[in-house]
C-alpha cells in the first residue's frame, strides 16, 4: 500500500533534529532582527550621539556590540549545515551591506582580503602565489574587511 509519509524526501522525522533546527531558524531570525534595530537606531541617531533616555539601552546602540552580533552571524553562517538557514544569514547581512569575499580558486593571493591557513605545492609555476582553494569566505562591510577569506595558497614548494 502507498504511505506518502515513507517517500518524503528531506523529511525530518527525528523530533529531536527538528527541533534544533527550529531552535537555529528562532536564533538567527531574532539576531536579524536586532541587528536591523541597531543599524536603524545607528542610522537615525548618527555616530557618537548618545541615545535618547526613552531608548534601547545604551549598550545596545554601542558599536561593539554590533560588531559582536555581525560576528556571531557570521559564525552562525560557517557553523550551519543547512542551506535554508546558512542563505536566511546571509541575506539578512547582506541588507545591512555585509557581503561575502568568495575569491575563486586561481586569483592571485590578495594580503588585504585572504588569510593562508594553508599551503600546497603549485602544480605549475604560473600558479604561484594563487589561491588553490577557499577555506572558509571572508565578509566585508561596503570597503571596510570584516573578516579576511581563508584561503590555501600555492607555493613553490617540492611535490610530495
Known amino acids: ?16 533534529t527538528l527541533g534544533v533546527h527550529l531552535a537555529l531558524i528562532t536564533v538567527v531570525a ?3 532582527l536586532l541587528l536591523g534595530a541597531m543599524f536603524a537606531q545607528h542610522r537615525r541617531l548618527g555616530p ?11 549598550a545596545m ?3 561593539s556590540d554590533t560588531e559582536e552580533l555581525i560576528d ?3 559564525r552562525v553562517h560557517d557553523l550551519s549545515h543547512n542551506d535554508a538557514v546558512s542563505s536566511y544569514v546571509e541575506s539578512c547581512l547582506a ?3 555585509i557581503t561575502r569575499i568568495d575569491d575563486p580558486a586561481g586569483d592571485p593571493y590578495d594580503a588585504g582580503t585572504h588569510q593562508v591557513v594553508a599551503t600546497e605545492p603549485a602544480p605549475s609555476p604560473d600558479r604561484v602565489g594563487r589561491v588553490c582553494h577557499l577555506v572558509r569566505p571572508g565578509w566585508r562591510h561596503q570597503h571596510t574587511i570584516v573578516r579576511l577569506a581563508e584561503v590555501t595558497v600555492w607555493t613553490s614548494g617540492p611535490r610530495p
Open 1 to 16: 500500500m502507498f504511505e506518502p509519509e515513507s517517500v518524503a524526501v528531506g523529511a525530518v522525522n527525528d523530533p529531536v
Open 30 to 32: 531574532a539576531g536579524c
Open 48 to 58: 557618537g550621539t548618545p541615545p535618547p533616555s526613552n531608548s534601547a539601552p545604551a
Open 61 to 63: 546602540s554601542s558599536g
Open 72 to 74: 556571531t552571524l557570521i
Open 95 to 97: 541588507r545591512r551591506g
